[in-house]
């Protein structure tokens, strides 16, 4: 044998079966790294596609709200005129003293042509009542806004409320009563109309103050 050759070195059975199982052990790993790659990849992949898919689907919801408006519904009952409503107006006194309170009796009555039936809103801020004084008008009960109070009237149908003046002059914008002047002693005329409807009037009532 010749002196520049190394002789190569022999493994035992023991050491090449060691190399044997690390050689698997690192064949197996590696499969596994492929394969949790892969896994992730995919469910990536699927993730977004969903995403997308949901972003999608709510745009055409939405679109689809916007491209059909929800139907108006309108209602077949019309609304009371001065050929079917009748407004009347008591006082409980002729005369109150000055700074004192006047009360009225309020009265809608249906009075139908027909067999049909009216909406009417009987708020104080639609059925009016005013106080004048020739040709002043002293008070409104409309001077502040008030919800709406929709009546149905159908035949016999009335409606009676309480009003109440305190012998004080309106504002030109809603003020509480408590801060608004108090009137002068004299005559004053008060009537009931239909903000909506100005032909729809009550008789008118005089009182003094006095």
């Known amino acids: 044998m010749t002196q520049g050759k190394k002789r190569k070195r022999k493994l035992s ?3 090449r079966a060691v190399y044997r199982r690390r050689r698997i052990v690192v ?4 499969v596994l790294a492929v394969a949790l790659t892969v896994f992730c990849v995919y469910s990536l992949g699927r993730g977004m596609a969903a995403i997308d898919a ?3 689907h709510d745009d055409l919801m939405a679109l689809s709200r916007k491209a059909v408006p929800a139907p108006k519904q309108k209602s077949k009952v019309k609304d009371c005129t001065a050929s079917n409503v009748k407004l009347s107006l008591q006082s409980d ?3 109150v003293p000055v700074g004192g309170a006047m009360k009225f009796t309020a009265t809608i009555t249906f009075v139908p042509k027909d067999s049909s ?17 020739g040709g002043d008008t002293v008070w409104r009960s409309d001077a502040c806004d008030v919800d709406s109070r929709k009546l149905l009237l159908a035949a ?3 409606d009676t409320q309480t009003m109440t003046w305190n012998t004080n002059r309106s504002g030109q914008t809603c003020t509480e009563d408590s801060k608004l002047p ?3 002693a004299g005559t004053y005329t008060a009537q009931l109309s239909m903000r909506d409807h100005p032909k729809i009037v009550s008789n008118k009532v005089t009182i003094t103050v006095q």
């Open 27 to 30: 064949g197996i790993a590696l």
């Open 13 to 15: 059975k023991r050491r």
């Open 117 to 133: 039936s009216c909406l009417i809103d009987a708020s104080d801020h639609s059925r009016v009542l005013t106080i004048t004084s």
């Open 54 to 56: 949901t972003i999608r």
């Open 93 to 95: 006194s002729q005369s």
């Open 156 to 158: 016999g149908d009335t």
């Open 182 to 184: 108090k009137v002068d």
